[in-house]
């Protein structure tokens, strides 16, 4: 599992990260929600280790990450930021197979390309493998990243707004996905998302962040409520039932 215990993040005079404890099962998808500025991708980027906390504990599996080998904390974590960019000309293959370099350091094996392969698969590139990656949509390029990730294969995925850029079908495509990794594979997802909709369809448990701190957690059902949403945004959003999940309307 994740424990997160008093974590806390300031830049400046602003604490974007207050305080926070957190502990996130394992073989689950939990999804940070909140308004911009809440600190959700703040919190995020520390469990994986890409920015450094001020103060607190975050451990994976019992181990402290800040203690971890950076290669044996690929192996454990892979992680999505909002923006991604290299700085050398790839094609969709060359990028999906950096997932693989924790393992092979750069010598790819047979079975480094099983997984870039299948992770191609799962993203439904195979027609654009060899296309570069400047040749390619916005939403092309996330789903290739994605892939990237996927091919790393570890027990943990952390992605921080994988469904920007991305057109209806490939957001749907993208959750069900996670959530089939989750559910037949065992992987534990955790995810900044900002369309509360998806988080109600696809997670298993929820955490908002305002300020800072998190203002409520629980299982999906707890959390997407006109009450709870209510105290996260500032706004009054109607709850629908819609095929057995909740379905926040917001949009008038």
Same mark, same amino acid.
Request: aromatic residues 6%; hydrophobic residues 40%; charged residues 25%.
């Given at each position: 599992? *994740?424990?997160?215990?008093?974590?806390?993040?300031?830049?400046?005079? #602003?604490?974007?990260?207050?305080?926070?404890?957190?502990?996130?099962?394992?073989?689950?998808?939990?999804?940070?929600?909140?308004?911009? =500025?809440?600190?959700?991708?703040?919190?995020?980027?520390?469990?994986?280790?890409?920015?450094?906390?001020?103060? =607190?504990?975050?451990?994976?599996?019992?181990?402290?990450?800040? +203690?971890?080998?950076? $290669?044996?904390?690929? #192996?454990?974590?892979?992680?999505? #930021?909002?923006? $991604?960019?290299?700085?050398?000309?790839?094609? *969709?293959?060359?990028?999906?197979?950096?997932?693989?370099?924790?393992?092979?350091?750069?010598?790819?094996?047979?079975?480094?390309?099983?997984?870039?392969?299948?992770?191609? +698969?799962?993203?439904?590139?195979?027609?654009?493998?060899?296309?570069?990656?400047?040749?390619?949509?916005?939403?092309?390029?996330?789903?290739?990243?994605?892939?990237?990730?996927?091919?790393?294969?570890?027990?943990?995925?952390?992605?921080?707004?994988?469904? $920007?850029?991305?057109?209806?079908?490939?957001?749907?495509?993208?959750?069900?996905?996670?959530?089939?990794?989750?559910?037949?594979? !065992?992987?534990?997802?955790?995810?900044?998302?900002?369309?509360?909709?998806?988080?109600?369809?696809?997670?298993?448990?929820?955490?908002?962040?305002?300020?800072?701190?998190?203002?409520?957690?629980?299982?999906?059902?707890?959390?997407?409520?006109?009450? *709870?949403?209510?105290?996260?945004?500032?706004?009054?959003?109607?709850?629908?039932?819609?095929? =057995?999940?909740?379905? !926040?309307?917001?949009?008038?």
């Amino acid at each position: 599992m *994740v424990e997160v215990r008093n974590v806390s993040k300031k830049y400046g005079q #602003k604490n974007v990260v207050d305080s926070v404890s957190l502990t996130i099962k394992k073989g689950t998808i939990t999804s940070f929600i909140g308004a911009n =500025g809440a600190g959700k991708s703040t919190l995020l980027s520390m469990i994986s280790r890409l920015i450094t906390k001020d103060s =607190g504990e975050i451990l994976i599996d019992g181990k402290e990450v800040s +203690k971890t080998k950076s $290669n044996d904390l690929a #192996k454990k974590i892979s992680i999505l #930021k909002q923006s $991604n960019s290299v700085n050398i000309r790839l094609t *969709v293959k060359d990028l999906v197979s950096f997932g693989r370099f924790p393992y092979s350091q750069g010598k790819l094996t047979n079975e480094d390309w099983k997984y870039v392969n299948e992770a191609i +698969k799962y993203m439904e590139l195979e027609e654009m493998e060899d296309k570069y990656l400047d040749q390619l949509s916005g939403g092309q390029n996330q789903r290739a990243y994605i892939a990237m990730v996927i091919a790393q294969n570890t027990d943990y995925i952390l992605l921080d707004e994988p469904l $920007n850029n991305l057109d209806m079908k490939h957001s749907v495509q993208i959750m069900k996905v996670l959530r089939r990794m989750v559910d037949e594979l !065992g992987k534990t997802v955790i995810i900044v998302i900002h369309d509360i909709n998806f988080a109600s369809c696809y997670s298993d448990y929820i955490v908002a962040l305002k300020d800072g701190r998190i203002v409520k957690e629980g299982e999906t059902h707890e959390i997407i409520d006109s009450s *709870v949403l209510k105290e996260i945004y500032d706004m009054d959003i109607m709850i629908e039932n819609i095929n =057995g999940n909740k379905i !926040g309307i917001y949009f008038c």
